[in-house]
């Protein structure tokens, strides 16, 4: 049973370009979150997402930010018109809908650099 | 919302010894409450959890015990070792007996190292 899947690991963009992260859960998970951790700081939620719907996005800047979790294929977050302020590793977890509570399992992340 | 404290930020310990790291949380239909370690590099993986219809939980040489009144939780890891040197996040949330949405709320995080 392969764990969660993210790709790619690392991602150099310049800025103003578009950066998208993919992120694969584990088979039979249906809820995908995504989190952003700088440097020496902590797990920032940004959204959470079941498939084809968008549950809370509170922690996802109105611009520039999007994700989706559509019926097929793996979640996307997607960063347009990246800046210097957005590198940082962005790690997604997944977990099941039937469990009884809350355990989410961590992909490897995505380490976005920006120039 | 929910909101997650957690300190020290950083903790030396001499091997052999125990470390204590400790979370009070805001919320208090949070029921669910997993601690997270993270080497340098790697992605976080959950250590332990415990529910809050539980007071106290043990694994080998980790244990968590909860205050619902207080609102506070706690990581206890004993006989350190090197390999448990890495960052440690304790988190909060509503399982799914509290209507179905989840979110989980970390703290801040604690690098622990062990010196040899």
């Known amino acids: 049973n392969a764990g969660v899947m993210q790709n790619p690991r690392h991602l150099v963009r310049r800025r103003g370009q578009e950066a998208r992260l993919r992120c694969s859960p584990m088979k039979g998970h249906s809820h995908v979150y995504w989190y952003r951790q700088l440097p020496e700081e902590g797990l920032k939620f940004m959204v959470y997402?079941?498939?084809?719907?968008?549950?809370?996005e509170s922690g996802m800047p109105k611009e520039r930010f999007s994700a989706e979790f559509p019926k097929e294929g793996p979640s996307i977050l997607r960063i347009q018109q990246v800046v210097r302020g957005d590198s940082a590793a962005y790690f997604c977890?997944?977990?099941?809908?039937?469990?009884?509570?809350?355990?989410?399992?961590f992909g490897p992340g995505t380490r976005l650099t920006v120039l | 919302g929910e909101n997650v404290e957690q300190h020290p930020s950083t903790l030396s310990v001499q091997e052999g010894d125990s470390a204590v790291i400790k979370c009070t949380y805001s919320?208090?239909?949070?029921?669910?409450f997993p601690w997270y370690k993270q080497e340098l590099g790697k992605r976080p993986q959950l250590i332990i959890d415990?529910?809050?219809?539980?007071g106290e939980k043990k694994d080998q040489r980790i244990a968590v015990t909860l205050n619902k009144t207080a609102k506070h939780f706690s990581l206890h890891i004993t006989e350190t070792q090197p390999e448990d040197s890495a960052v440690y996040f304790c988190a909060a949330s509503k399982g799914v007996n509290s209507g179905g949405y989840q979110k989980v709320t970390f703290g801040i995080g604690t690098k622990l190292q062990v010196i040899p």
């Open positions: 415990i529910r809050s219809n539980v």
């Open positions: 977890a997944s977990r099941s809908a039937g469990s009884g509570r809350n355990e989410q399992f």
């Open positions: 997402l079941q498939k084809e719907n968008i549950i809370d």
């Open positions: 919320d208090s239909a949070s029921n669910y």
